[in-house]
């Protein structure tokens, strides 16, 4: 397969934020913004692949900035770093108030999907390449950041066997 450059999978998206979107406190549900990141990464993962592309895993979010009622939030993201059928995708999150013009990076986030083919199975992605010194950075860690996700998927299953399925409230006694 042949390789293509991180800018290739770029996606940005950008939106308002409504009343239904936020907290008591006026600002963005986390939980909104995380599933505006899975969606922006989603594509671009599957703009890299030309495949359908599943969430295998968040690294994590990092909340940085609150996002108000009526600040306009824009998500982007892009491929930086690939293994046979996964992909890694680093996603930036921007709110900026529509009225000054202030900007800020309000959350950051990594997530690896997997390219599947129409029944739903795993298939090779192309590799990535990173053209700026930002997209090396990126991709230079892309190795690390598997191993660590391959590390704590292992415990994530260790974890999911000892607690099972039952509630312990839920126990005879």
Known sequence: MEAKPCLYSLTVKTGYVLPPDTNTLGTLFGGKLMSYIDDVAAIAAAKHSRRM???????????LHPVFEGDSICIEAFVTWTHTTSMEVFSKAVTENLRTGERKVCATAFMTFVAVDDNGKPVPVPPVYP???QEEQLHRGGQERANYRLERRKRSKEMAKTFGTAYPWNREN
Do not use: H, K
């Open 53 to 63: 592309a599943v969430t295998a895993s968040t690294d994590s979010v990092d909340f």
């Open 131 to 133: 053209e700026t010194e």
